[in-house]
T-cell receptor, first 116, second 115 residues
């Protein structure tokens, strides 16, 4: 069982809808991440939160809006998406201590998003 | 910038065959290196890691050695099983940003093991 829980597992939305993806971890990790993965490709980093503050935004379009309400939760709010945004969205967390580069990421199983 | 290059797949082997998946990297400084595995319908799982030159990471019969002189981190397993069928990603960790990491992934290698 994964220690990072993502909901929902599957989501179908229209281009005018507003929806949210949710991610939760209870490992005491202080860094949380959103990745986007297209079929047969590696994950692409979207956002990184460190100690509940946004530390990295990889030039993601504003129709994706992240939120970190507390150290255990991470949301991704979706609005006015395009069909090309259909992908697997992965959440991950890591220990996130300053100066640490070898603490591995723990990934959830993802939300499979289809935009119609 | 930092980058990771993996051998192209897909790779198809018979059960009990020897496996090698090549991985080379380009990076400034001394990154940490990782292999992650993704089973169908799941997220990525850490398979093994190495944090400095000549370190050997190992897990579930898989091994990889951090070779600074050849900038490589090849994945090996002596005898593969059907259950090893998955996509394998080599990755390096770029310098930290305020405690978080920025992983740079290779393109992934799809492995299929036939009984």
């Amino acid at each position: 069982d994964t220690e990072v829980t993502q909901t929902p597992k599957h989501l179908v939305m229209g281009m005018t809808n507003k929806k949210s993806l949710k991610c939760e971890q209870h490992m005491g990790h202080r860094a949380m991440y959103w990745y986007k993965q297209k079929a047969k490709k590696p994950p692409e980093l979207m956002f990184v939160y460190s100690y509940e503050k946004l530390s990295i935004n990889e030039s993601v379009p504003s129709r994706f809006s992240p939120e970190c309400p507390n150290s255990s939760l991470l949301n991704l709010h979706l609005h006015a998406l395009q069909p090309e945004d259909s992908a697997l969205y992965l959440c991950a967390s890591s220990l996130g201590r300053l100066g640490n580069t070898d603490s591995p990421l723990h990934f959830g199983n993802g939300t499979r998003l289809t935009v119609t | 910038g930092d980058s990771v290059t993996q051998m192209e797949g897909p790779v198809t082997l018979s059960e009990e065959a020897f496996l090698t998946i090549n991985c080379t990297y380009t990076a400034t400084g001394y990154p940490s290196l990782f292999w992650y595995v993704q089973y169908p319908g799941e997220g990525l799982q850490l398979l093994l890691k190495a944090t400095k030159a000549d370190d050997k990471g190992s897990n579930k019969g898989f091994e990889a050695t951090y070779r600074k002189e050849t900038t490589s981190f090849h994945l090996e397993k002596g005898s593969v099983q059907v259950s090893d069928s998955a996509v394998y990603f080599c990755a390096l960790s770029a310098p930290p940003g305020q405690g978080a990491q920025k992983l740079v992934f290779g393109q992934g290698t799809r492995l299929t093991i036939n009984p």
